[in-house]
């Protein structure tokens, strides 16, 4: 069973930053990518970013594109930073792991919400 751990989440101010971290299991490979997931209440799972383990491209939503980055700390240690949160931020964002499509559109699987592994989450609030 794939556990990734996610760390980070918080009550924070309108305008403020806040980095997630993710801690993945080592064999949670470069043949992987990594993205994370947000999920508010009575609305539906919402990708957000991602990265490609072997070739290093992001894909951003573009809800949040321009005000989140998505990093590999280290081997298994990933972030998501996000900057001028807004109360719309409000959510539990989930780390996420699955193999990439073939092609251009390697995060679809973020984007449909079909990952192959998933964290439990942690809480983000913005007041």
């Known amino acids: 069973d794939v556990q990734l751990v996610e760390s980070g989440g918080g009550s924070v101010q309108t305008g403020e930053s806040l980095t997630l971290s993710c801690v993945a299991p080592?064999?949670?490979?470069?043949?992987?990518?990594m993205g994370w997931s947000r999920q508010a209440p009575g609305k539906e799972r919402e990708g957000l970013a991602a990265?490609?383990?072997?070739?290093?491209?992001t894909y951003y939503a573009d809800s949040v594109e321009g005000r989140v980055t998505i990093g590999r700390l280290n081997a298994n240690t990933f972030s998501l930073h996000m900057d001028d949160l807004k109360p719309d931020d409000t959510a539990m964002y989930y780390c996420a792991a699955a193999r990439p499509i073939y092609g251009v559109a390697w995060y679809r699987p973020l984007v449909s919400g079909e990952m192959d592994y998933w964290g439990k989450g942690t809480q983000v609030t913005v007041s």
């Open positions: 990265i490609h383990l072997s070739a290093g491209n």
């Open positions: 080592g064999y949670i490979t470069s043949s992987y990518f």
